[in-house]
């Protein structure tokens, strides 16, 4: 079955730069998409379709991808934006896949 | 507002059944695909399933295949998830998502709890 590959911790200070990424063989042909999920909370979609920011998402989050690995950006991350992120895409079949997850530590 | 309420959850012994329900509001449910997600407890998120906005075509995790049944009803704007022979690793939250229209949700429920224990 299709896996999406994530780092499971990246760890920046307040006001670096945390760039978090997910890899799979077929990201050339899909999107990715990412979710930031705070604890006890439900998931929110920070990044779809490789780049673009749904509205309310703050400007220092960014995606991209190239070739088999997206990248999610935190430019400048900031306390509030540690959370588990989780990057997502379908495979040829139509069905979803998550990648597993990878816990963002700002302090 | 998008709302996507949840019910239906609880505590089940191995190799019993349940049925999930999501009630929808806010949007107009029979134009959109919907989903089924899980997270175990500590663990992260697993796409469970997927149905067309029209249920002409439903989608499952290879975890999930051939004891789990995604189905809608559009005159009442709720999706269900009929699960059977469950098993001690299917418990977790179960989310409930609206999908965009390109394969990936843009709004979540707030989660239903299953716990599969004898």
């Known amino acids: 079955s299709y896996e999406l590959t994530q780092p499971p911790s990246v760890s920046v200070s307040p006001g670096q730069t945390a760039r978090i990424t997910c890899s799979g063989d077929?990201?050339?042909?899909?999107?990715a998409y990412w979710y930031q999920q705070k604890s006890g909370q439900a998931p929110v979609l920070v990044i779809y379709e490789d780049s673009k920011r749904p509205s309310g998402i703050p400007e220092r989050f960014s995606g991209s991808s190239s070739g088999t690995m997206a990248t999610l950006t935190i430019s400048g991350a900031q306390v509030e934006d540690e959370a588990d992120y989780y990057c997502y895409s379908t495979d040829s079949s139509g069905r979803g896949v998550f990648g597993g997850g990878t816990k963002l530590t700002v302090l | 507002q998008v709302q996507l309420v949840e019910s239906g959850g609880g505590v089940v012994q191995p190799g019993g059944s349940l049925r999930l329900s999501c009630a929808a509001s806010g949007f107009t449910f029979s134009s959109y695909g919907m989903h089924w997600v899980r997270q175990a407890p500590g663990k992260g998120l697993e796409w469970v399933a997927f149905i067309r906005y029209d249920g002409s075509n439903k989608y499952y995790a290879d975890s999930v295949k051939g004891r789990f049944t995604i189905s809608r009803d559009n005159s009442k704007n709720t999706l269900y998830l009929q699960m059977n022979s469950l098993r001690a690793e299917d418990t977790a939250v179960y989310y409930c998502?609206?999908?965009?229209?390109?394969?990936?949700?843009?709004?979540w429920g707030q989660g239903t709890l299953v716990t599969v224990s004898s």
């Open positions: 998502a609206k999908d965009q229209g390109g394969g990936y949700v843009d709004y």
């Open positions: 077929a990201l050339p042909k899909k999107y």
